[in-house]
């Protein structure tokens, strides 16, 4: 099931665990922050993950809503999250709404979309 990959690069994600999450990947896979803009590749959503997450000392990732359709050769998964970061005792809290499509039983596209502004506003707080 595509919900399988995307529960499971998630799973890797919170646990700092970057090489397992980005095996869930498409060589060419497509990571695009909507506010941000958007990356091709692998090593470049490294590029672009890795960074951000060493600011922070713990991620969750709450799912709230998650629907799915196909099948792992062509499927599409979307939810509506809070990305959370932490460090310390303070957390960033990000409301995102997430698609993924899976291709043959790995995420060809990842596109998020959240406030920049929220975003922003919440890093800045950790200095």
């Given at each position: 099931m595509p919900?399988?990959?995307?529960?499971?690069?998630?799973r890797a994600i919170e646990q700092f665990d970057l090489d397992h999450a980005l095996?869930?990947?498409?060589?060419d896979v497509?990571?695009?922050?909507?506010p941000m803009g958007a990356v091709t590749g692998r090593e470049a959503v490294r590029a672009t993950l890795a960074p951000f997450m060493a600011m922070f000392?713990?991620?969750?990732?709450?799912?709230?809503?998650?629907?799915?359709?196909?099948?792992?050769?062509?499927?599409v998964v979307l939810n509506e999250r809070l990305?959370?970061?932490g460090k310390g005792e303070r957390w960033l809290d990000?409301?995102?709404?997430?698609?993924?499509?899976?291709r043959h039983g790995q995420i060809a596209l990842w596109r998020d979309y959240f406030d920049k502004e929220t975003l922003l506003t919440g890093m800045a707080a950790f200095g």
């Open positions: 919900t399988d990959v995307v529960t499971s690069f998630i095996s869930h990947l498409t060589d497509e990571y695009d922050n909507v000392d713990r991620v969750e990732w709450v799912v709230h809503h998650q629907v799915a359709s196909g099948n792992l050769d062509q499927g990305d959370r970061f990000l409301p995102v709404a997430g698609l993924f499509v899976v």
